[in-house]
């Protein structure tokens, strides 16, 4: 493998990581925490076994058929790509108005400016990015760095609130309770929406498709839920160590509120530094794949496509700026991502089992399998039967 190809795995990898990894992310993570308190292990491992399987179906689908998500789904029936493009594309635009404003909440906590301000000097560098000429590796390796930031500032939070770690890791095996909304709210918040097609798109992008990538396409859908695995589980012990200490977590601001009470003014910083770079290539992720959906419907949209992806980010920065009150409806987002997702998922599977689309290509029974139960799951956990 060369190092090129290896170099824009991981980027797919880490674009989809950052993408799912955003404020709505972070204070999901922090509010049910504090709800399920150690059971909330569970259902994070509930949903990495479920973002798998919606992962490896998706990339190895649009992969092997070598099409977008929207255009594999106009061939399967006419129209139906332009109600999922519609379905991606509202559902990124509300995601990125609250990312666009957690990124100035970021700036904020790290310097005093303004929120508003933080916020569009934030868009104004998401915007730069795609201004290069390789926006493409400007991007991978955007998301590369910051996703180590990422990481390394919760594993320090983590270490510092000193969580029951046995406690926590015996009932993500076996929990005290259950809460459905939960699961389908992580899901949709990691896989959900655009999130799952961040990745897909990015490689096929870069060339890389056709049946004989399926290995190199499975370890980098599979690197990208560990990495989101990871930050979710840290950030869940982080968020433990403070709930039981008896500490009262500001409900106005709950993951803040967990890193200064780890660390005082600097853990203050620490949380600006973490939301910021959770905020900022979530905005990058989000405009990129939600412009992914719309570039091939016109010729005029493919060949000005940068120009659409940077007037996606304006208007985000402009909707927040003028609207505001964006976190009220990150938790609801990504709760209405985890409806979206039965829905795109439903349409893959289908798509898989005509040779007009995938050739010669056997999708993997198992995967068929596991595909429609998460399908099924999703749907009945949506509708509040369990």
Same mark, same amino acid.
């Given at each position: #493998?060369?190092?090129?190809?290896?170099?824009? &795995?991981?980027?797919?990898?880490?674009?989809?990581?950052?993408?799912? =990894?955003?404020?709505?992310?972070?204070?999901?993570?922090?509010?049910?925490?504090?709800?399920?308190?150690?059971?909330?292990?569970?259902?994070?491992?509930?949903?990495?076994?479920?973002?798998?399987?919606?992962?490896?179906?998706?990339? *190895?689908?649009?992969?092997?058929?070598?099409?977008?998500?929207?255009?594999?789904?106009?061939?399967?029936?006419?129209?139906?790509?332009?109600?999922?493009?519609?379905?991606?594309?509202?559902?990124?635009? $509300?995601?990125?108005?609250?990312?666009?404003?957690?990124?100035?909440?970021?700036?904020? $906590? #790290?310097?005093?400016?303004?929120?508003?301000?933080?916020?569009?000097?934030?868009?104004? #560098?998401?915007?730069?990015?795609?201004?290069?000429?390789?926006?493409?590796?400007?991007?991978?390796? /955007?998301?590369?760095?910051?996703?180590?930031?990422?990481?390394?500032?919760?594993?320090?939070?983590?270490?510092?609130?000193?969580? @029951?770690?046995?406690?926590?890791?015996?009932?993500?095996?076996? @929990? *005290?309770?259950?809460?459905?909304?939960?699961?389908?709210?992580?899901?949709?918040?990691?896989?959900?929406?655009?999130?799952?097609?961040?990745?897909?798109?990015?490689? +096929?992008?870069?060339?890389?498709?056709?049946?004989?990538?399926?290995?190199?396409?499975?370890?980098?859908?599979?690197?990208?839920? &560990?990495?989101?695995?990871?930050?979710?589980?840290?950030?869940?012990?982080?968020? %433990?160590?403070?709930?039981?200490?008896?500490?009262?977590?500001? @409900?106005?601001?709950?993951?803040?509120?967990?890193?200064?009470?780890?660390?005082?003014?600097?853990?203050?910083?620490?949380?600006?530094?973490?939301?910021?770079?959770?905020?900022?290539?979530?905005?990058?992720?989000?405009?990129?794949?939600?412009?992914?959906?719309?570039?091939?419907?016109?010729?005029?949209?493919?060949?000005?496509?940068?120009?659409?992806?940077?007037? /996606?980010?304006?208007?985000?920065?402009?909707?927040? +700026?003028? =609207?505001?009150?964006?976190?009220?409806?990150?938790?609801?987002?990504?709760?209405?991502?985890?409806?979206?997702?039965?829905?795109?998922?439903?349409?893959?599977?289908?798509?898989?089992?005509?040779?007009?689309?995938?050739?010669?290509?056997?999708?993997? %029974?198992?995967? *068929?399998?596991?595909?429609?139960?998460?399908?099924?799951?999703?749907?009945? #956990?949506?509708?509040?039967? /369990?």
């Amino acid at each position: #493998m060369s190092s090129k190809t290896s170099k824009t &795995l991981l980027g797919a990898a880490f674009l989809m990581a950052t993408s799912a =990894v955003g404020p709505g992310f972070l204070t999901q993570t922090t509010v049910f925490t504090q709800q399920l308190t150690t059971s909330f292990g569970f259902v994070i491992l509930l949903s990495v076994v479920i973002d798998l399987c919606v992962q490896f179906n998706i990339w *190895q689908i649009i992969t092997v058929s070598g099409k977008h998500a929207q255009d594999l789904a106009n061939a399967l029936f006419p129209g139906l790509g332009y109600l999922l493009a519609f379905l991606i594309v509202v559902g990124g635009l $509300a995601f990125n108005i609250g990312n666009v404003a957690g990124a100035g909440l970021g700036i904020e $906590a #790290m310097t005093g400016i303004p929120v508003e301000f933080g916020a569009a000097v934030s868009a104004a #560098m998401a915007i730069a990015i795609f201004s290069f000429k390789e926006a493409g590796k400007a991007m991978d390796s /955007f998301a590369k760095v910051l996703g180590f930031v990422m990481i390394a500032l919760i594993i320090y939070v983590a270490f510092i609130t000193s969580p @029951p770690l046995g406690e926590a890791i015996k009932h993500t095996f076996i @929990p *005290q309770e259950f809460n459905s909304i939960a699961a389908l709210t992580l899901v949709g918040g990691t896989v959900g929406g655009y999130i799952s097609f961040a990745g897909a798109h990015r490689l +096929l992008d870069s060339g890389i498709k056709g049946e004989s990538e399926l290995g190199k396409v499975n370890r980098s859908a599979s690197t990208g839920i &560990l990495v989101t695995a990871v930050i979710r589980y840290l950030l869940f012990l982080a968020t %433990l160590g403070i709930v039981v200490s008896g500490v009262t977590i500001n @409900p106005d601001n709950p993951t803040a509120s967990v890193f200064e009470n780890a660390a005082g003014t600097f853990g203050k910083q620490l949380f600006g530094l973490m939301i910021w770079s959770a905020a900022i290539t979530s905005v990058v992720g989000a405009a990129y794949t939600s412009v992914s959906f719309l570039r091939s419907f016109h010729p005029l949209l493919e060949k000005y496509h940068t120009y659409v992806t940077i007037a /996606f980010i304006a208007v985000s920065t402009l909707i927040f +700026l003028f =609207v505001g009150k964006p976190v009220k409806v990150l938790v609801f987002v990504g709760t209405l991502n985890g409806f979206i997702l039965p829905i795109a998922l439903s349409i893959l599977l289908v798509a898989s089992r005509k040779s007009r689309l995938v050739g010669t290509y056997k999708h993997p %029974l198992a995967l *068929q399998i596991a595909g429609w139960v998460v399908v099924v799951i999703l749907a009945v #956990m949506g509708a509040g039967l /369990f």
